[in-house]
């Protein structure tokens, strides 16, 4: 016979749930290596947008749970990280998923780590790690726009309703990175080396082993570790030096030149043509070699004990050991990607302007109505229905002589705040018909940062794509580059 459990004795606590952390960035270098090495101790979301695979949510075989997210939409990313307590923010020169980009790689990332913080605060997530750039610190005179752009979205991320944690590094050594992939391809294609001015420049890099044991132990008590904390090596080096070095372990000895030179366009078109990397790499890679970055002591090392960290040499040992294994397992989701992409055939233009104190993104968007009313009056008749309520702009009609519909975008006000303006293109001659739901115009204050970013999102042109290349596309970056000169007058 069974007796009752004894009352004196504690009761029994509940399992307590393991931490879901959502990892933006996951298909990437440190994001696969992360993911590894998380996996049996969190409960881990991958974000991604394959658009190659329709399946909105899939496991795999290490019992990650991944789900599709748009990161240009904050809606999207809002639903994929619902339930997550904590995001690992690893975005950085994302590749096109648009077939024609008219945007810097910073404005770029500005967009999306502003929607990261929108969606945030919406699905109330308490805490976010971001790797930034090892140097962001220093004043932004003194910065690549690489750098600046690191800045800019650690700026953001912090502006949030979330805590942030920002991890900063450099050159970050492993078998998948591509800034090391790029250094081991030029020492095997090269005899000769040709050693720019800005191979002197001093860092501190860090292995990837060492940048995971980071976020693991952050990620033990993330609100203990709020603020920004610098990651490298002990060790102060030059690129110079990291290229000799590497060429030893190696086994190879080419011979270097040292040049007076510090063109960031030669030395960008040299190693792009003879390590094989895209220009979306190398170009910001090239440009933020210029600036010292390095490590200041911090709490975070102290506690990783410094010494002990991973050396240059031996981290090299390590990368090499590991070549056999793929290089890229994206390759094939990528190349998918780009034929959907293409398919598609849509245009993703972001502009970058000056923020005046006195305006609102919503009072920015009725000026640029009327502006534009003014400049193409009598090729266009624009009209605009205005809210009586708030002055906002509902619905712009353009006709081309005033006879034939060019243009209809309506106001979305449950996309609109005091910090964006939202309207939707639902038609007009310039427009395909089978238009996706979310083509819309945007114009988004970075208050923090003093811009205003206008954005066409999604947007489907109905001219030939050749046409549209040399005409409309040509005239909207004519157009903004316009408005931004009014802009800039009106302060």
């Not at 004196?8 to 959502?22: C, F, G, K, L, Q």
Request: net charge positive; with cysteine; hydrophobic share 40%.
């Amino acid at each position: 016979m069974q007796t009752d459990q004894n009352p004196e004795s504690p009761p029994i606590e509940p399992t307590r749930r393991p931490m879901r952390v959502a990892i933006a960035g996951a298909s990437g270098f440190v994001g696969l290596a992360l993911r590894q090495r998380l996996a049996g101790s969190f409960d881990l979301v991958a974000l991604t947008r394959r658009l190659s695979n329709p399946s909105s949510v899939t496991i795999d075989a290490d019992g990650v749970e991944w789900r599709q997210c748009d990161l240009f939409d904050p809606d999207s990313i809002a639903t994929a990280i619902d339930g997550v307590d904590l995001v690992i923010y690893l975005v950085h020169s994302m590749s096109p998923q648009s077939r024609l980009t008219q945007a810097r790689f910073d404005d770029l990332d500005l967009v999306l780590a502003d929607n990261m913080r929108r969606a945030m605060n919406r699905a109330g997530t308490s805490h976010i790690v971001f790797l930034g750039g090892l140097g962001a610190h220093q004043e932004p005179s003194m910065l690549s726009r690489h750098l600046v752009s690191r800045q800019e979205v650690g700026v953001v991320l912090g502006g949030g309703d979330a805590e942030l944690t920002e991890l900063r590094a450099g050159l970050v050594i492993g078998h998948r990175g591509s800034s090391f992939r790029m250094l081991i391809r030029l020492i095997r294609r090269l005899p000769i080396m040709v050693l720019p001015r800005w191979t002197s420049t001093p860092t501190q890099p860090i292995s990837i082993d060492d940048v995971v044991r980071a976020f693991l132990l952050v990620l033990e008590d993330p609100s203990a570790w709020e603020g920004q904390f610098d990651l490298g090596i002990e060790e102060e080096m030059t690129y110079g030096d990291m290229i000799r070095r590497a060429a030893r372990g190696m086994g190879r000895n080419p011979i270097t030149v040292p040049v007076p030179i510090s063109s960031p366009r030669v030395s960008t078109l040299w190693i792009m043509l003879f390590s094989g990397e895209p220009a979306s790499l190398v170009i910001p890679l090239i440009a933020s070699l210029k600036t010292p970055t390095m490590a200041r002591a911090n709490p975070l090392l102290e506690r990783m004990d410094r010494s002990s960290l991973v050396g240059f040499d031996q981290a090299v040992k390590e990368c090499l050991a590991a070549e056999g294994a793929e290089e890229d397992p994206r390759r094939a989701t990528r190349k998918r990607d780009r034929k959907v992409i293409h398919r598609r055939s849509l245009v993703r233009s972001i502009q970058r302007m000056p923020m005046p104190d006195d305006l609102t993104p919503r009072m920015a968007m009725r000026a640029y109505w009327e502006w534009l009313r003014g400049v193409f009056r009598p090729l266009l008749r624009i009209r605009t229905d205005i809210s009586p309520n708030d002055g906002a702009v509902d619905r712009v009609m353009v006709h081309l002589f005033g006879l034939i519909p060019m243009l209809e975008l309506h106001r979305q006000p449950e996309a609109c705040d005091g910090e964006i303006e939202t309207m939707k293109i639902v038609g007009g001659l310039l427009v395909r018909k089978q238009s996706p739901p979310n083509s819309r115009l945007e114009f988004r204050a970075i208050r923090k940062c003093g811009v205003l970013l206008t954005t066409l999102q999604d947007y489907a042109p109905s001219l030939p794509w050749p046409l549209y290349l040399c005409s409309q596309a040509w005239l909207h970056l004519m157009v903004m580059k316009g408005f931004r000169r009014w802009l800039r007058r009106r302060r």
